[in-house]
């Protein structure tokens, strides 16, 4: 069974930066790892996307370059760096695990419960 535990979230101003941090328990070094999130009103959408090993990265396309995504498997961690960021970035953001690379949340087999983002001043 995997756990994930995401945590990191807060409010911050605009242009500000943010680490999501998700911790993961049970066999997850094999997995791909997922940042998804939902702002209210609206579908979960892809944020970003890591391989096992980090050599395949994939991104929202809007949000490449100012969100960087990274793991240290001998932390059993997925982390989530935020920069630039703007209230439209206002979500609830979650980590997902999956066997199988994909960008779709529907692929994703174990979620955390997520945290809260909030942009504003």
């Known amino acids: 069974q995997v756990q994930l535990v995401e945590s990191g979230g807060g409010l911050v101003q605009p242009g500000g930066s943010l680490r999501l941090s998700c911790a993961a328990s049970g066999r997850t070094f094999s997995y791909v790892m997922g940042w998804f999130r939902q702002a209210p009103g609206r579908d979960r959408e892809f944020v970003a996307a890591i391989s096992w090993n980090g050599n395949m990265l994939s991104y929202q396309t809007s949000l490449k370059g100012r969100f960087t995504i990274s793991r240290d498997n001998a932390k059993n961690t997925v982390y989530l760096q935020m920069n630039s960021l703007q209230p439209e970035d206002t979500a609830v953001y979650y980590c997902?695990?999956?066997?199988?690379?994909?960008?779709?949340?529907?692929?994703?087999?174990?979620w955390g419960q997520g945290t809260q983002v909030t942009v504003s001043s």
């Open positions: 997902a695990a999956g066997e199988n690379w994909a960008t779709v949340s529907g692929s994703y087999d174990y």
